[in-house]
């Protein structure tokens, strides 16, 4: 009998975890968020200049101030939540988060598990190297040496196109192939618009992007059928657009504006 009792307040234990999961991953609205006067938000820690730890151990980065904005704008404290890349969805969907502002780039795959609102920011690949090398296109990459981050977005892309004379030379990080650049080991890289962001502050007039490779929207992401949610979100993104306290915050965060893409809606 002992065990019958404890074997029916196990089961009773679950029933109850399992309702409050159920609560917690079920829809929300803007105005249940306020009542409760506090969002958690899921952010990266570990992808600056869009998130990281600041000295204090505190988050910082333009997805945390993007965060804050929000935060601010439904009028309740702001809970980030630290996460990773292959976390940060089951965390969503889970319910330990209300929503995601992690870098989470806009995929049709990704869009079968989460819904995605309007592009808030957006990560372009280019062609970069030396001002006065003239490449205009994939066949001008012919004989030439292009450094990339191993097993990066630019490495995929420029792998891809690149006649089979180029000799693409992989490093372990975007860190390293700048290095080969600026030391004149390579006269090209594969380089996200942040880093030419960075590289052209560094060394100004000594580089350009010479074509683009590929470019990823990213959105804020919620739980599926979260319409009123997501339609406040939308609808906040559009207005710190038109006033263009977003670009002032990629500006300040990044090192330029907001990529022309991340203005077109979804």
């Known amino acids: 009998m002992r065990f019958l009792n404890r074997a029916i307040g196990l089961a009773a234990a679950a029933a109850v975890t399992l309702g409050l999961a159920t609560i917690a991953a079920s829809a929300q609205t803007p105005e249940e968020i ?12 570990d992808f600056p200049p869009f998130g990281f730890l600041d000295e204090q151990g505190q988050p910082a980065g333009y997805d945390a101030e993007v965060a804050r ?23 969503l969907l889970s319910g330990q988060v209300d929503i995601l502002v992690a870098s989470l780039g806009i995929t049709p795959e990704r869009a079968e598990q989460v819904d995605f609102s ?3 920011a957006g990560i372009e690949i280019f062609v970069y190297g030396d001002a006065d090398l003239e490449v205009n296109d994939a066949e001008d990459l012919a004989n030439q040496d292009i ?7 630019q490495d995929t892309a420029i792998t891809e196109i690149a006649p089979d004379s180029a000799n693409i030379q992989r490093f372990d990080d975007d860190a390293s192939a700048v290095q080969a650049l600026l030391s004149g080991q390579v006269p090209l890289m594969g380089a996200s618009n942040v880093v ?24 804020i992401a919620t739980r599926p059928d979260q319409d009123e949610l997501m339609a406040y979100i ?19 965060w990044v090192g330029g504006p907001l990529p022309e893409f991340v203005g077109e809606t979804q």
């Open 34 to 45: 306020q009542s409760r006067g506090t969002i958690n938000i899921g952010m990266l820690v």
């Open 69 to 91: 904005l929000l935060a601010e704008d439904l009028g309740v404290d702001l809970n980030i939540v630290q996460v990773t890349g292959p976390n940060r969805i089951p965390y």
């Open 118 to 120: 309007d592009p808030y």
């Open 147 to 153: 450094a990339v981050a191993r097993a990066s977005t």
């Open 196 to 219: 030419v962001a960075q590289l052209n502050e560094r060394a100004p007039g000594e580089y350009d992007t010479k074509f683009s490779l590929s470019k990823q929207s990213q959105g």
């Open 234 to 252: 939308n609808d906040f993104l559009q207005r710190k657009k038109e006033s263009d306290e977003l670009n002032a915050l990629h500006e300040e």
